[in-house]
């Protein structure tokens, strides 16, 4: 199983709402992220996960709250979004070894619009 | 600091063309280098890798080699096929995160005509 699945692939939400994203891998990574991806736009990382630590936020506002309950899901909270926040978020996840890099799996995202 | 950057696209190119996409790189260190593939709605596969000096990663067709004095990942495929149509993202290992996160260039969208 080489599968990094997100739920849901759609979300509309109002600003005013709180809502989670969802991502499950079963292969054993212990390394897991959420990219944010602008329309016609590169992936930009938003948080890592080392062992189910945050180990990296890069300054991400506190209207996402990213969440590892295990090492095998990894959430992403949202609440009082704003328009500008409407794009596609990306989990991945990777083994976590330091000496050279193994390639990381991505899912297939979650589309999300904040109206 | 680290950054990526790619030639600008679209590319548009005829069945069985050759095809090149440029990709150079600014790091410290010694990054991993990946080339990313992205079909319209959807997520990101990894097309291949390399991890050091003079590597050649390879798959389906297109390839890439490791070049440390040229600071370079240029894509090849010998002969595209209409289904090549996608994004293509090149992508280096973040030394500052050990390695585990990645920093994309900004990709170059590639259209192959029957």
């Known amino acids: 199983d080489t599968e990094v699945t997100q739920t849901p692939k759609h979300l509309v939400m109002g600003m005013t709402n709180k809502k989670s994203l969802k991502c499950e891998q079963h292969?054993?990574?212990?390394?897991m992220y959420w990219y944010k991806q602008k329309a016609k736009k590169p992936p930009e990382l938003m948080f890592v996960y080392s062992y189910e630590k945050l180990s990296i936020n890069e300054s991400v506002p506190s209207r996402f709250s990213p969440e590892c309950p295990n090492s095998s899901l990894l959430n992403l909270h949202l609440h009082a979004l704003q328009p500008e926040d409407s794009a596609l978020y990306l989990c991945?996840?990777?083994?976590?070894?330091?000496?050279?890099?193994?390639?990381?799996?991505f899912g297939q995202g979650t589309r999300l619009t904040v109206v | 600091g680290n950054s990526v950057t790619q030639m600008e696209g679209p590319v548009t190119l005829s069945e069985e063309a050759f095809l090149t996409i440029n990709c150079t790189y600014t790091a410290t260190g010694y990054p991993s280098l990946f080339w990313y593939v992205q079909y319209p709605g959807e997520g990101l596969q990894l097309l291949l890798k390399a991890t050091k000096a003079d590597d050649k990663g390879s798959n389906k067709g297109f390839e890439a080699t490791y070049r440390k004095e040229t600071t370079s990942f240029h894509l090849e495929k010998g002969s595209v096929q209409v289904s090549d149509s996608a994004v293509y993202f090149c992508a280096l290992s973040r030394m500052d995160t050990g390695r585990r996160a990645l920093t994309f260039g900004s990709g170059t969208r590639l259209q192959v005509q029957p």
């Open positions: 991945a996840s990777s083994q976590p070894t330091q000496g050279v890099s193994t390639e990381a799996f």
């Open positions: 292969m054993g990574h212990r390394a």
